[in-house]
């Protein structure tokens, strides 16, 4: 297989005496899907946002690209390609999609004004990319719909050179169509060579977009098995009662 795009090695993190993540080791390549699972608690959103340098950890090591990586802070993360999509979507309602994606990295004139044409010009092409269906370039994204907000935050995410991309929760609260709407936009990263964490709670829609599970319970990595390999009883089993049917098999 491909060199891993991120390798996570033996990564552990206490708070207060407790280990929300205890000696967990998982990886993720290139085109490929990664479910995290678990009970909430379980550690899945701790570890990840270890990778995405909201927490550093206490011990093990970050491999981005076959290299070691110094992770200590969201921007260490941007500077290696790695992007994270929270379920709050971190957008300003009152603005348009353009000026979303570009909040904070505003494209300028030769003189120094912010670019407005070039800034709606760039996010044409990036949603013509990923959504061919998003003609609201226009509107604040107040007036978007839940899964069209999250074609906006993926292709911030996009537009910026991610490569590796964590997902927390990117359904919830969502119907059915722009659930749909969301599964498509991830097989589209995909197939441009991203590597994507997901994080969700829910089984039947990680069996459907993940290539590999990875289950958490208590801090520890229960385990990670390929989809094909498990059927979704499998991977409850593994969420609720900590043991892989597949190791004791």
Request: net charge negative; with cysteine; proline share 3%.
């Amino acid at each position: 297989m491909s060199t891993p795009l991120v390798e996570l090695k033996n990564i552990s993190i206490a708070f207060g005496g407790v280990r929300a993540v205890d000696d967990v080791s998982i990886d993720l390549h290139p085109g490929e899907v990664v479910g995290l699972l678990g009970h909430n608690g379980a550690g899945k959103s701790t570890l990840i946002k270890i990778l995405s340098g909201a927490y550093k950890k206490d011990s093990g090591e970050i491999w981005i690209d076959g290299q070691k990586a110094d992770i200590q802070s969201p921007r260490d993360a941007r500077s290696h390609n790695i992007e994270t999509i929270y379920q709050t979507l971190a957008l300003a309602d009152n603005l348009d999609a353009a000026s979303n994606l570009f909040l904070g990295r505003e494209l300028t004139t030769s003189l120094g004004f912010v670019d407005d044409a070039k800034m709606e010009s760039e996010t044409a092409k990036i949603m013509a990319r990923l959504n061919p269906n998003f003609k609201k370039l226009k509107e604040p994204v107040s007036a978007l719909s839940g899964g069209q907000r999250q074609s906006v935050a993926i292709a911030r995410a996009v537009y910026f050179n991610a490569k590796i991309l964590i997902m927390d929760e990117p359904t919830a609260a969502l119907g059915v169509h722009e659930t749909k709407m969301v599964a498509e936009l991830i097989q589209e990263l995909k197939k441009q060579g991203l590597g994507i964490f997901l994080i969700s709670h829910d089984t039947h829609e990680m069996m459907e977009l993940c290539d590999r599970v990875s289950v958490m319970k208590n801090g520890q990595l229960v385990g990670t098995e390929r989809v094909e390999d498990v059927t979704e009883d499998d991977v409850l089993s593994m969420i609720i009662l900590g043991k892989n049917p597949k190791k004791a098999a």
